[in-house]
């Protein structure tokens, strides 16, 4: 009997934009790519992430458990909703939460793993221009570029983290959606627009924005996630957007002709969750 051929796909790249609280929706995305196409993970050269979606591709990047990733954004949602003020209320701190979650689930070679392949986008205090982190030294310069990467001003506090003695703020601030329009590029967002993973809205609504680094498409929809993405809703709510994201995932994969019997083809008798 001969045996099956094999089909080799172009390497590409991944880029998650900034997403804040909806990041669970990018973390039921890397888990379909994890159960349904995991060589798009591992074979990814370079994996970006702005603001919330630098969380996620960090647990790309170094595999980390995406339950208990989510499990961490799901916890700090809960503690955000015990007042009407929510992240305002000055007990939140979402930076230190962050920090102990980080400093718990990244493994001690973090550096090693990250350095060359996880992008970081910072917005550089002193003059707003978009910065990429992608060499570290140790696993507090990963949590550190992540912390950076993350903090809204105001929001996170009044002074601004920083990286290697340079202050930085959130890196959805200069570039939403890093790297987009390049090519050999798969795009995720918790947002609909013009992205290869993200919500569907009305296909009727043809206005799209084109504004800090990303596609927006103005709908009702979407004019909610920027709310939830700061003010997270309910979790019954909050694990709705995961599974979204895992089924806009897969509809993807659909979509561009990748499907698990074609991956289990190429790949054997490797463990499709590899990641998990």
């Known amino acids: 009997m001969s045996k099956p051929t094999e089909t080799k796909c172009v390497p590409q790249s991944l880029s998650f934009s900034g997403s804040g609280f909806l990041s669970v929706y990018q973390m039921g995305a890397v888990n379909a790519l994890w159960d349904l196409a995991p060589e798009l993970l591992h074979s990814a050269p370079k994996v970006y992430g702005a603001s919330g979606g630098s969380i996620v591709a960090a647990a790309v990047v170094l595999r980390l458990n995406i339950d208990q990733v989510e499990k961490t954004i799901v916890e700090?949602?809960?503690d955000a909703?015990?007042?009407v003020l929510g992240p305002l209320l000055s007990k939140f701190n979402l930076v230190t939460i962050l920090q102990n979650a980080l400093q718990h689930i990244l493994p001690d070679n973090a550096h090693e793993e990250a350095t060359g392949r996880l992008y970081v986008g910072v917005t550089r205090l002193s003059d707003g221009k978009n910065i990429m982190i992608s060499d570290y030294k140790s696993k507090e310069e990963v949590i550190q570029a992540l912390i950076c990467s993350c903090f809204v001003p105001i929001y996170c506090g009044l002074v601004p983290p920083s990286f290697r003695g340079v202050r930085?703020?959130?890196g959805g601030l200069s570039g939403f959606q890093p790297r987009y329009g390049k090519t050999s590029m798969i795009t995720v967002s918790p947002f609909s627009g013009e992205i290869d993973i993200c919500p569907r809205d009305s296909p009727l609504c043809h206005l799209c924005l084109h504004v800090c680094n990303t596609s927006f498409q103005l709908t009702a929809g979407n004019l909610s996630r920027i709310s939830y993405a700061l003010f997270p809703p309910p979790i019954w709510m909050l694990n709705e957007f995961f599974y979204q994201g895992y089924k806009d995932a897969?509809?993807?994969l659909q979509r561009v002709g990748?499907?698990?019997a074609q991956e289990?083809?190429?790949l054997g008798t490797q463990q499709?969750?590899?990641g998990l």
Do not use: M, R
Request: aromatic share 10%; net charge positive; with cysteine.
């Open 258 to 260: 990748i499907n698990k």
């Open 272 to 274: 499709c969750k590899t």
């Open 76 to 78: 700090a949602a809960k």
């Open 81 to 83: 909703s015990k007042s």
């Open 250 to 252: 897969a509809d993807y």
């Open 264 to 266: 289990q083809t190429i």
């Open 168 to 170: 930085y703020i959130d």
